[in-house]
């Protein structure tokens, strides 16, 4: 449980949710972590949790999608933290509406922060990795990917985070850099309340809904990511690269 030890995890979005999750997963298995979010004050939670628990946390104010703030949050991370050997690309935002009614600006927030996001991140990132001769990437993508009504935008990024995975894995394998995707499903967060709130439904009546048409009968957990995400950062993923890995419940693509 600490084959992360001496290595440092920058996780975006780590705020709440899969982030938090991961976040304090990696801290678990001996990471010290750079909690990234939009402020600092909302990353606050996750670190002092992995703090109380025994682990090194520092709290990163970051927009994902500035060139500026990325390269300043990665320098900082080194900096405090020593070195910066695992990245989880997992900040996100839904914007969804009908293609007829999606605007410019609904479009450009989605893609700027998945994609954009997670190249600048992965790029500024992996500088570290190859001159450590060692890495990890590990992208959240989703179900999304293949297609969900109102989510043009959404599924659009998150099927290029999966051409973005197996083109890092390629370049970035022979410096000793790993990079993975996890494409989760209906997993239990804040962020499926508010897409059911959104919709004029109730959170908890569409998550059973969801539930019984899932194999395992039961929603996810950001634990549930979290698990796949140390795994693909431990050792028995060793031999493991340019993978999209479904956490559903059930088969996928």
Not at 3 to 32: N, P
Not at 126 to 151: E, P, Y
């Amino acid at each position: 449980m600490s084959h992360l030890t001496g290595r440092t995890a920058f996780v975006t979005g780590a705020a709440q949710g899969i982030g938090a999750a991961s976040a304090l997963r990696l801290a678990v298995d001996g990471a010290k972590v750079a909690v990234v979010d939009l402020t600092e004050e909302s990353g606050k939670g996750t670190a002092e949790a992995i703090r109380a628990a025994g682990g090194e946390a520092i709290t990163v104010a970051c927009d994902v999608s500035s060139k500026d703030q990325v390269e300043a949050a990665v320098q900082r991370t080194v900096q405090e933290l020593g070195s910066l050997d695992v990245l989880v690309n997992n900040a996100g935002v839904i914007r969804d509406n009908l293609l007829f009614k999606m605007s410019d600006e609904d479009w450009d927030t989605v893609i700027d922060i998945h994609l954009k996001g997670t190249f600048l991140c992965s790029r500024a990132a992996q500088r570290h990795m190859v001159a450590g001769a060692w890495g990890r990437i590990v992208n959240l993508s989703s179900t999304a990917a293949l297609g969900n009504r109102g989510q043009t935008n959404y599924s659009t990024a998150k099927a290029g985070l999966q051409g973005m995975t197996k083109t890092l894995a390629i370049e970035l394998g022979p410096f000793g850099v790993h990079v993975n995707a996890v494409a989760p499903g209906f997993i239990d967060t804040a962020m499926t309340k508010s897409v059911a709130e959104r919709a004029g439904a109730d959170a908890d009546e569409r998550k059973a809904a969801a539930a019984k048409v899932i194999p395992l009968r039961r929603v996810g957990t950001p634990d549930d990511i979290a698990g796949v995400v140390s795994f693909l950062c431990g050792p028995d993923s060793s031999y493991v690269t340019g993978q999209v890995i479904y956490v559903a419940g059930g088969p996928r693509a």
